[in-house]
């Protein structure tokens, strides 16, 4: 979309409405409190990133649903309530892998709604406040939107508060965003909302149209034809699985003598092999599969870095790791377990001469 009405909702209940009436490709118009002119124009409200909690993480890149759902099994651990207790918005920026994800307890959700519809506004999409920024490719930009301040990094995005700015940055002071920049940035993510929290149960209700019951019922019929092919296809196969089971057994004794030890009698082939690849690659996953992916995660997070590695009989993997930050390192644990893996912390995260430090436990799920 193009032509919008950007509505700032307040961080308190003092504080006003701002707006601004986006048309194009510039800000055409802007003004304080509910505008009562731009009905005709689409919606876009943005909230405070105070009750809003993003991350960043690679996903299956699926329906929204399901992309949904694998961002609440990725983020599981990695939220203090109850991830079945919130409400989970899945975005996408540009080309890049990772997607951004929110986090919001579905009772603001409820109530910035309530709000909007005392105004009869029923928003298009609802955005945090940090994801108005542009994505930096290193460091970290702030901008002043009027209802609070924000900072947003490559993959992280808060209210700026000056004491945890500085802690969560590593002591980098971010670049502040000009009013053009920060107008350009409003412009881009009202053109493609970068996130909008407007998912799943709060999506926006639109009209019903007309039933089409021929449609309907031709479409009952071409599904009572695809179900009786596939009926007919699941005979054929069980058919041929059994004519052709005898040969399978006698293939897969073939095939396991080839691995197994010369002269090893075979008696439970499946059992075997699978003794045999565990002494040859180690237990679990094997040292170098895990180690790798725990390399992978941290080459993508920026100035992190491993400082020891230990791996036991049990297929675990014990590493220490140094990052720029708390958030940097929970950036290496997110990507480890988006890898197959559980990843858990094994004591405090120790903050020393602008670095974190802390070990992680890595298994396979």
């Known amino acids: 979309m193009t032509d919008a009405c950007v509505l700032f909702l307040p961080t308190r209940p003092s504080d006003g409405y701002r707006w601004l009436k986006v048309g194009g490709g510039a800000i055409a118009a802007r003004g304080d409190g509910v505008p009562t002119d731009l009905d005709g124009l689409p919606h876009i409200v943005i909230v405070s990133g105070e009750h809003v909690a993003l991350?960043?993480?690679?996903l299956p890149d699926r329906?929204?649903?399901?992309?949904?759902?694998?961002?609440?099994?990725t983020l599981a651990d990695a939220v203090a309530s109850p991830i079945g207790d919130l409400h989970v918005a899945v975005g996408r920026e540009g080309d890049s892998a990772d997607r951004p994800i929110a986090l919001v307890d579905a009772r603001w959700m409820q109530a910035w709604l309530d709000e909007l519809a005392a105004h009869s506004i029923d928003a298009d999409a609802i955005i945090p406040g940090p994801m108005l920024l542009p994505r930096p490719v290193e460091g970290f930009v702030k901008a002043d939107l009027g209802i609070e301040t924000v900072v947003r990094g490559a993959a992280i995005g808060f209210v700026d508060e000056p004491k945890l700015t500085r802690l969560v940055t590593g002591g980098i002071e971010p670049a502040m965003l000009d009013v053009d920049a920060l107008e350009e940035a409003i412009l881009q993510a009202v053109a493609t909302p970068p996130l909008n929290l407007r998912q799943g149960a709060f999506a926006p209700r639109r009209p019903g149209v007309g039933v089409d019951w021929g449609q309907i019922k031709r479409l009952g019929w071409l599904a009572m034809t695809a179900i009786l092919l596939t009926v007919g296809i699941t005979l054929v196969d069980i058919l041929r699985n059994?004519?052709?089971a005898d040969s399978l057994d006698r293939q897969a004794e073939s095939l396991a003598r080839q691995g197994l030890r010369s002269g090893e009698t075979v008696n439970d082939a499946d059992r075997q092999l699978d003794e045999r690849l565990l002494g040859l690659r180690g237990p679990g996953l094997g040292f170098t599969r895990t180690a790798g992916a725990v390399f992978t995660a941290l080459r993508a997070v920026p100035a992190s870095q491993a400082t020891a590695l230990s791996f036991d009989g049990t297929g675990s993997l014990r590493v220490s790791i140094a990052t720029q930050g708390e958030g940097a390192a929970n950036d290496v644990k997110r990507r480890i377990e988006a890898m197959g893996f559980t990843v858990t912390q094994t004591g405090q995260f120790v903050a020393s001469a602008g670095r974190v430090t802390g070990d992680f436990q890595v298994v396979p799920q």
């Open 55 to 58: 991350h960043w993480a690679v």
């Open 63 to 73: 329906s929204a649903a399901q992309s949904v759902a694998a961002a609440r099994a």
């Open 242 to 244: 059994n004519l052709g």
